[in-house]
């Protein structure tokens, strides 16, 4: 999880040097709430391209981690994107969704639980 965060801010970082110029100082509150959500939605596309394109971050890819379906296919675009909504949300309230795998069975992460995902293990390459 840190060498993702790692990789997310580097990416926060290289959309934040190409809109700040473009939008100057960020005075007024819409302002503000713009570029938040443009941080977001830069978030939601690395997330997402990974996910629907390998299954794979890179961070994942490292730590040979795969995302799929429930029924082990591709996660869908509608997965990719409540799952990211879901553990965003589970991270701002306090990590529930990774306290909630360390009590769940099968050590799945709550947004997983709900979306119908699952991360699994990718074997070494021989």
Same mark, same amino acid.
């Given at each position: 999880?840190?060498?993702?965060?790692?990789? *997310?801010?580097?990416? *926060?970082?290289?959309?934040?040097?190409?809109?700040?110029?473009?939008?100057?100082?960020?005075?007024?509150?819409?302002?503000?709430?713009?570029?938040?959500?443009?941080?977001?939605?830069?978030?939601?596309?690395?997330?997402?391209?990974?996910?629907?394109?390998?299954?794979?971050?890179?961070?994942?890819?490292?730590?040979?981690?795969?995302? *799929?379906?429930?029924?082990?296919?591709?996660?869908?675009?509608?997965?990719?994107?409540?799952?990211?909504?879901?553990?965003?949300?589970?991270?701002?309230?306090?990590?529930?969704?990774?306290?909630?795998?360390?009590?769940?069975?099968?050590?799945?992460?709550?947004?997983?639980?709900?979306?119908?995902?699952?991360?699994?293990?990718?074997?070494?390459?021989?």
């Amino acid at each position: 999880m840190i060498y993702e965060s790692l990789l *997310v801010a580097a990416v *926060v970082f290289v959309a934040s040097f190409i809109v700040l110029p473009l939008v100057g100082d960020l005075h007024t509150p819409w302002q503000r709430h713009l570029y938040q959500g443009w941080l977001i939605a830069v978030m939601f596309g690395y997330f997402a391209t990974f996910w629907l394109r390998s299954g794979q971050t890179l961070a994942m890819k490292t730590w040979r981690i795969r995302l *799929v379906a429930r029924d082990g296919r591709r996660i869908s675009l509608r997965q990719a994107a409540l799952r990211f909504a879901l553990a965003l949300v589970g991270i701002l309230a306090g990590g529930a969704g990774l306290w909630w795998a360390l009590a769940d069975r099968d050590r799945q992460f709550l947004h997983d639980r709900i979306v119908g995902t699952r991360q699994v293990r990718v074997p070494r390459p021989d």
